[in-house]
């Protein structure tokens, strides 16, 4: 019978260097990968809540001009409270735009036909404008002008 001879080596260098750690110039460099990915993928994150936050702030403009005019249209000059004045409409807008700066909403109300405002057949219009203020990371901030306008005839 043969002998079989096992021979036995500690590992080198080079092989060493195929384990699960990278030489010593190419560490830092998955610090600077992640880095990059990371920054990017907060921008992305932060600019998609912020564009939600947009979504949101619209959905508050258009339900506020379509309450606003069926407030208006509701409480014409045959109901108990008439509602004729843009005021009226205006602070009706402003309490149900729950979440919103009330300082940079601005409501308009017109009556059709304008000189018997709050008659029933007749129509009301409210526009309502808001100014939302959009500010992504890294990015110069960016005044976003959202409005809704919503007509009703009056009963």
């Not at 990371?137 to 976003?144: I, K």
Request: without cysteine; positive net charge; glycine residues 8%.
């Amino acid at each position: 019978m043969m002998a079989i001879q096992m021979k036995s080596e500690s590992l080198g260098t080079t092989e060493r260097q195929r384990g699960w750690r990278k030489p010593f110039g190419e560490r830092g460099q998955t610090f600077v990968e992640f880095a990059l990915i990371a920054s990017a993928f907060l921008l992305l994150l932060f600019s998609i809540m912020w564009l939600s936050l947009a979504v949101s702030a619209y959905n508050h403009v258009s339900y506020g001009a379509r309450e606003g005019s069926r407030y208006a249209a509701v409480h014409g000059t045959d109901s108990k409270q008439p509602v004729t004045t843009a005021s009226a409409v205006t602070a009706f807008v402003q309490n149900e735009s729950a979440g919103l700066d009330t300082s940079k909403l601005t409501v308009s109300t017109t009556w059709t036909p304008s000189a018997t405002p709050g008659k029933p057949g007749g129509t009301v219009q409210v526009q309502v404008q808001y100014q939302f203020q959009l500010s992504v990371p890294f990015m110069s901030s960016v005044t976003l002008p959202l409005s809704s306008t919503s007509k009703m005839t009056i009963s």
